[in-house]
């Protein structure tokens, strides 16, 4: 179940988890005071002093921490051990966290005992929570029952969502024959009422109806969707609901209709206002941030391929709106990679790839010259991955709607990024095709900030790397 902030799709049961989690937070640098200082909170408000703002800013850090490495994405599917490594790694830099603010700013000093306790505390408060949250969120009261109208191709887009991220949200209570329909769902998933269409789904406790008919101009069943709509029980097209529910558009039910239709896909001078103000703050934030890293970086690629060798490498890419620039990346390739000339796609194990190349492809440190991109303008800080001409000019012949990932600025890291790994083929680029999709519909200061929290966790644990 989930519901939307400024185009934003937000899953409720991780909101709850979310919330929870907030709380125990605050609460455990209390607990942490108590136990370093023998239940004494006087003694403990006279050496740490007051309470409360550390607390809060303890549970901030740590929720931003977990943010980071993925725990509240509602596609996280890691199982155990990586629930384990990514708690640990989250709370790993909560304490790296607090002790650079109470190096930068003494006034919210909390001390190493009290921070220190905490962060075992949360360790083991998290782990509770996250098992409970394992066993609760599969209880149907997290989730919406649909009523899928259809059984062709359309509605086995629905019934052919195996993953459980793309499941925790719905159950499906029955496919209807739409009566125009060739039945492709399994017969035993066929409801045929003998009542309405309202007086089958309020028996059967429905929430939403999704329409998904191959063919709308026949028999399309306008009086009874409308009774159910009147009645509270909300209606949806099929593309919305797997958009939704995927994060994705998915391009085998999609139509030019529903793209003119729906909401998004805005360029507003208030989005493009937040989306420059927040390119140049990120950029000028990375900056100070990593200069250092960047300076080793060239001297690692001067020491491997000698004095004279080139730091950079400029290469032609596309941007917004079908528009050519040079992308400046640091160089991970050997100076003759493609010296006939001919483009070819990175792979898993390239040849070309450096030794230095590929520690710094490994962790994304060859994008970070891209921040001179962002800069100039041709560039955004989050955004479609930028392709290359002769790519682009291939993938628009054979994949519908490759074009329309271009009418967004391209980015350093981005949402296909994020949920899909590393893409060599034709088939990787039309999936990373609907993710873009669902960003260039979706885009939004909140949605590009929560994008750039998530990227820290691709880059620590070098997910989609080649």
Not at 233 to 242: A, K, N, T, Y
Request: aromatic residues 10%; glycine residues 6%.
């Amino acid at each position: 179940m989930s519901f939307r902030i400024f185009r934003y799709y937000i899953n409720l049961p991780i909101t709850v988890l979310a919330t929870v989690e907030a709380v125990g937070l605050i609460a455990i640098p209390y607990l942490a005071a108590l136990v370093r200082f023998d239940a004494d909170i006087d003694s403990a408000e006279r050496s740490v002093g007051w309470l409360l703002p550390r607390a809060v800013l303890f549970a901030a850090v740590a929720m931003i921490s977990m943010v980071a490495m993925g725990l509240y994405s509602a596609r996280q599917r890691a199982k155990t051990t990586g629930l384990v490594v990514r708690i640990s790694a989250s709370l790993a830099l909560t304490s790296a966290a607090m002790a650079l603010l109470s190096y930068l700013v003494p006034q919210v000093h909390t001390g190493r005992g009290v921070v220190g306790i905490a962060i075992v505390g949360a360790f083991v408060f998290i782990g509770l929570s996250r098992a409970i949250f394992d066993r609760l969120v599969n209880d149907e009261v997290f989730k919406r029952r649909i009523l899928v109208y259809g059984v062709g191709k359309q509605a086995q887009s629905v019934s052919m969502l195996r993953r459980r991220a793309d499941q925790r949200g719905f159950i499906v209570v029955g496919y209807i024959p739409s009566g125009s329909d060739r039945q492709i769902v399994p017969a035993e998933r066929v409801a045929n009422p003998a009542t309405s269409l309202l007086d089958y789904a309020r028996t059967h406790g429905v929430d939403e109806i999704v329409v998904a008919m191959d063919d709308r101009r026949r028999k399309f069943p306008v009086q009874q969707l409308l009774e159910c709509r009147l009645a509270g029980i909300e209606v949806i097209d099929v593309v919305s609901f797997l958009e939704r529910e995927t994060g994705k558009v998915r391009l085998d039910v999609l139509n030019p209709s529903w793209m003119i239709f729906s909401e998004g896909f805005r360029r507003d001078t208030l989005r493009r206002f937040s989306e420059l103000a927040f390119d140049l703050a990120a950029a000028s934030i990375l900056v100070l941030l990593t200069w250092w890293i960047m300076l080793l970086t060239a001297l690692a690629i001067l020491l491997e391929d000698g004095l004279r060798a080139q730091v950079f490498y400029r290469q032609t890419r596309v941007g917004i709106d079908g528009n050519n620039f040079e992308v400046l990346k640091f160089r991970s390739m050997r100076t003759d990679a493609e010296e006939d000339g001919k483009a070819r796609w990175a792979r898993a194990g390239d040849t070309r790839v450096t030794r230095v190349g590929a520690f710094i492809r490994k962790v994304r440190i060859d994008e970070l010259p891209q921040i001179l991109n962002v800069l100039k303008g041709d560039m955004s800080f989050v955004g479609p991955r930028p392709e290359r001409p002769e790519f682009v000019a291939e993938l628009s012949e054979r994949i519908p709607y490759y074009r329309e990932r271009h009418s967004v600025k391209p980015g350093i890291t981005g949402w296909a990024q994020l949920c899909y790994p590393y893409g060599s083929s034709e088939h990787d680029a039309t999936e990373k095709l609907q993710y873009d999709l669902y960003y260039v519909k979706n885009h939004s200061l909140l949605f590009d900030l929560m994008i750039l929290l998530q990227t820290a966790e691709v880059v620590l644990l070098g997910n989609g790397a080649r």
